[in-house]
């Protein structure tokens, strides 16, 4: 089995090498990832320069290749150009972080297992609800026993699975919660501090509000009740429950009814 291995921490993050010592043994494993951070910049694509592929070494040892660009491009640029076919398989992670409720939609690990999809090569995106010192190993393992769940069913063609690890030993994981995107967002806010000469600059932060806590079904709450999130999600950004009354609506004002 061939795997295509990515992220948005960077090549150097110590996740995607935990994940991959953890997957090793399903396949020929193949790293393709931004040879710097760029956590945030969700599927966004590289345009206005060139992009190069630098071989990355371990310790003396072929680690993987760094692209100076977006997590997407390192899809696009590993399936095209340095494995020259699609992969069986698209992980990206493990994030630093977890990827639930609207975070999804900023992420970049989220947006390399969405290109992946996209390109019909199943694909899984793994994160790990802990910032502060993540025990990887430990998550990588989870992974890993999550993962060898998931091939054994089949991953569904066109389907970006988003799995978020609650960032507790296996031991004190309650199991698995199939879930949906929480509704919970943030309620930014911006430091506003001074340079050196004086000069305004801004930071942005936030506060996360909670309505996850009134959404037994959904990632934040598994999490939150010890347990490994895995949320289906699809590209296709169509509402479709709207889509039938705004359609008879604008064609009958378009014709003046
Ligand atoms: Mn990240």
């Given at each position: 089995?061939?795997?295509?291995?990515?992220?948005?921490?960077?090549?150097?993050?110590?996740?995607?090498?935990?994940?991959?010592?953890?997957?090793?043994?399903?396949?020929?494993?193949?790293?393709?990832?931004?040879?710097?951070?760029?956590?945030?910049?969700?599927?966004?694509?590289?345009?206005?320069?060139?992009?190069?592929?630098?071989?990355?070494?371990?310790?003396?040892?072929?680690?993987?290749?760094?692209?100076?660009?977006?997590?997407?491009?390192?899809?696009?640029?590993?399936?095209?150009?340095?494995?020259?076919?699609?992969?069986?398989?698209?992980?990206?992670?493990?994030?630093?972080?977890a990827n639930v409720?609207?975070?999804?939609?900023?992420?970049?690990?989220?947006?390399?297992?969405?290109?992946?999809?996209?390109?019909?090569?199943?694909?899984?995106?793994?994160s790990v609800a802990?910032?502060?010192?993540?025990?990887?190993?430990?998550?990588?393992?989870?992974?890993?026993?999550?993962?060898?769940?998931?091939?054994?069913?089949?991953?569904?063609?066109?389907?970006?699975?988003n799995v978020n690890l609650p960032?507790?030993?296996?031991?004190?994981?309650?199991?698995?919660?199939?879930?949906?995107?929480?509704?919970?967002?943030?309620?930014?806010?911006?430091?506003?501090?001074?340079?050196?000469?004086?000069?305004?600059?801004?930071?942005?932060?936030?506060?996360?509000?909670?309505?996850?806590?009134?959404?037994?079904?959904?990632d934040?709450?598994?999490l939150?009740?010890?347990?490994v999130s895995?949320?289906?999600?699809?590209?296709?950004?169509?509402?479709?429950?709207?889509?039938?009354?705004?359609?008879?609506?604008?064609?009958?004002?378009?014709?003046?009814?």
């Amino acid at each position: 089995m061939k795997i295509l291995l990515t992220n948005d921490d960077g090549i150097n993050a110590a996740g995607l090498a935990a994940l991959r010592a953890a997957v090793a043994g399903l396949g020929e494993v193949t790293v393709v990832a931004p040879d710097t951070e760029r956590s945030g910049v969700a599927h966004s694509i590289t345009l206005a320069h060139p992009l190069r592929i630098r071989r990355i070494y371990h310790s003396g040892e072929f680690f993987g290749y760094g692209i100076n660009g977006a997590p997407a491009d390192c899809v696009k640029l590993g399936c095209r150009e340095i494995l020259k076919a699609k992969p069986d398989l698209l992980l990206a992670g493990i994030n630093l972080g977890a990827n639930v409720a609207i975070n999804i939609l900023y992420s970049g690990t989220v947006a390399a297992a969405i290109e992946g999809a996209m390109l019909g090569v199943p694909s899984v995106a793994f994160s790990v609800a802990e910032t502060e010192q993540p025990d990887f190993d430990e998550a990588a393992r989870i992974a890993r026993r999550v993962l060898d769940g998931l091939l054994g069913n089949g991953v569904p063609a066109g389907t970006v699975l988003n799995v978020n690890l609650p960032g507790i030993p296996e031991g004190e994981v309650k199991g698995i919660r199939v879930t949906h995107q929480s509704r919970t967002s943030y309620t930014d806010f911006f430091e506003r501090r001074l340079d050196p000469w004086g000069r305004a600059y801004f930071w942005i932060t936030g506060e996360m509000t909670r309505e996850f806590e009134r959404e037994p079904d959904s990632d934040l709450r598994a999490l939150a009740d010890g347990y490994v999130s895995i949320t289906p999600l699809h590209f296709d950004l169509t509402h479709y429950a709207v889509l039938p009354a705004l359609r008879k609506r604008l064609a009958a004002e378009w014709r003046g009814e």
